[in-house]
Nanobody, 115 residues
Framework: QVQLVESGGGLVQAGGSLRLSCAVS????????MGWYRQAPGKQRELVAA???????NYGDSVKGRFTISRDNGKNTVYLKMNSLKPEDTAVYYC?????????WGQGTQVTVSS
């Protein structure tokens, strides 16, 4: 069993910062891609950022230059540092990992940015 536990969400004012964490536990041989997605009310889930085991990163256009994804392979943990937050960043943020061809999802953590 693979479990993902997210933390770090909350309420912040526009222009503020938050850091999300996602710890992966269970029977893990190697984690290829780790990433974050988000879903706002009435909208489809979208990619925020992803990082490969080699450290290559990919960001959604709306967060480039403001968000930074990183991972600690020894701790099987992925982080998302979010700076210059905007009200439109308000959403439920989901951790996602890709292990041996299977996608696993966290339960989601709410991020609310007030104007």
């Amino acid at each position: 069993q693979v479990q993902l536990v997210e933390s770090g969400g909350g309420l912040v004012q526009a222009g503020g910062s938050l850091r999300l964490s996602c710890a992966v536990s269970g029977t893990i041989f190697s984690i290829n891609v780790m990433g974050w997605y988000r879903q706002a009310p009435g909208k489809q889930r979208e990619l925020v950022a992803a990082i490969t085991s080699g450290g290559s990163t990919n960001y959604g256009d709306s967060v480039k230059g403001r968000f930074t994804i990183s991972r600690d392979n020894g701790k099987n943990t992925v982080y998302l540092k979010m700076n210059s937050l905007k009200p439109e960043d308000t959403a439920v943020y989901y951790c996602n990992v890709h292990i041996l061809g299977i996608n696993y999802w966290g339960q989601g953590t709410q991020v609310t940015v007030s104007s």
